[in-house]
């Protein structure tokens, strides 16, 4: 069960970029499949507009992951991560995650000081991994929510675009790139999306990329640009997040969401066509 663990923790976070990813309201809800089990899991990612202590106005995202059904019987594995960014340009500014295993459990958090480039990072299980970690240039990112935020990137198949990831209390500089148009089918229809790969190129592979591992993400070509799919692959198979439920950013919110969110027929035409 490591490769459908290490594809449910990758979706415990949330990050950074020219703006927010998601906006008030929105939640985007997938099934996880691995191997023999079609349902293996859920993830759920939710946006919501709240304050901070001192009033300041926040972006909260959280994200729920638990496997299921018959692999829930064979491996009971749940997580929970809020994140709070700026709601005006989705800066991560700080994020807490736990999660619980059979054999192990997690509990930590990162708050982020961009005037020092520098991030606290705590352990409230292991303290003595406790750390000041020296951000690099660049905006942090989980490695599911960087690819979610390429919903708002406009890439094209040949183009790239790098991304700095955080796992845990390491920081991962990654090139995203975009690869080809693909036709993928799901529950809520079917989709022309573009697929984007990240790959560690400017420095030398670690952890799962060391290991030989492989990322894809399909970002649908419709107005909503939705990431219908994730993929994270090994040698020794896959684990498949394919998404089974979508509610647009709420009305209430006076922020114009970016992409445009509409109720529109999935099935929007390939822009090489």
Do not use: C
């Not at 490591?2 to 976070?13: I, P, Q, S």
């Not at 990813?21 to 919501?48: C, D, N, Q």
């Not at 991560?92 to 990072?121: C, G, I, Q, R, W």
């Not at 406790?130 to 919903?151: F, H, Y």
């Amino acid at each position: 069960m490591r490769l459908l663990t290490t594809l449910m923790l990758l979706a415990t976070a949330a990050g950074h970029a020219a703006e927010p990813a998601l906006r008030h309201g929105e939640t985007l809800t997938y099934k996880v499949g691995w191997g023999i089990f079609p349902h293996a899991g859920e993830i759920m990612i939710s946006a919501k507009n709240t304050d901070a202590t001192d009033g300041a106005p926040r972006l909260r995202v959280t994200t729920t992951t638990e496997t299921t059904g018959f692999a829930r019987a064979l491996f009971t594995f749940e997580a929970r991560a809020e994140a709070m960014l700026d709601p005006k340009t989705g800066r991560l500014l700080s994020n807490t995650e736990t999660s619980k295993a059979p054999n192990k459990e997690t509990k930590h958090s990162v708050a982020f000081d961009y005037t020092n480039s520098t991030a606290a990072y705590v352990d409230a299980i292991s303290s003595d991994q406790n750390a000041t970690l020296i951000v690099p240039s660049g905006e942090p990112l989980d490695l599911i929510m960087s690819l979610v935020q390429t919903r708002t990137w406009n890439l094209k198949p040949g183009e790239q675009r790098d991304a700095l990831v955080l796992f845990e209390n390491e920081f991962y500089e990654l090139t995203i790139h975009a690869d080809r148009y693909e036709e993928v089918r799901t529950p809520l229809g079917t989709f022309q999306t573009l697929v984007l790969v990240p790959r560690m190129e400017k420095t030398p592979p670690k952890g799962m990329f060391k290991r030989g591992s492989a990322v894809s993400v399909w970002i649908s070509q419709d107005e909503r640009k939705l990431p219908v799919k994730f993929q994270v692959e090994f040698k020794f198979g896959a684990g498949v997040a394919t998404l089974t439920h979508y509610q647009p950013p709420s009305t209430l919110d006076a922020t114009p969401a970016k992409p445009t969110v509409v109720e529109a027929a999935p099935n929007a035409k390939n822009p090489r066509s």
